[in-house]
């Protein structure tokens, strides 16, 4: 298995930065792409940005010049830099990546436990 974990959410006001991590950890054979999703409370699980093995990027056009995306392969950890935080920003934060481990003969998609950034206007 592979176990993520995220840290960094918080409170903050409009217009404030956060930066959020994800540790992926266990027995990690190799990790593809890596991902933050976002879930607002009584919405759906939404994308927020990619980043693959290569590092290419991707993001959400409600977040595209506010968040970056980054990782650092060595240390298995993804980041999301967050500035200009709005209200709509409000929402757990999750981790997710595509990998596979030593005991597994295909890749899986592998989730954290989220964490609650909070955005007060």
């Known amino acids: 298995q592979v176990q993520l974990v995220e840290s960094g959410g918080g409170l903050v006001q409009a217009g404030g930065s956060l930066r959020l991590s994800c540790s992926a950890s266990?027995?990690?054979?190799?990790?593809?792409?890596m991902a933050w999703y976002r879930q607002p409370a009584g919405n759906a699980r939404e994308l927020v940005a990619t980043?693959?093995?290569?590092?290419?990027?991707n993001y959400a056009d409600s977040v595209k010049g506010r968040f970056t995306i980054s990782r650092d392969i060595a240390k298995n950890t993804l980041y999301l830099d967050m500035n200009g935080l709005k209200a709509e920003d409000t929402a757990v934060y999750y981790c997710?990546?595509?990998?596979?481990?030593?005991?597994?003969?295909?890749?899986?998609?592998?989730w954290g436990q989220g964490t609650q950034v909070t955005v007060s206007s």
């Open positions: 980043i693959t093995s290569g590092g290419s990027t």
């Open positions: 997710n990546c595509n990998a596979k481990i030593r005991s597994d003969l295909v890749f899986r998609d592998y």
């Open positions: 266990g027995s990690i054979f190799r990790l593809n792409a």
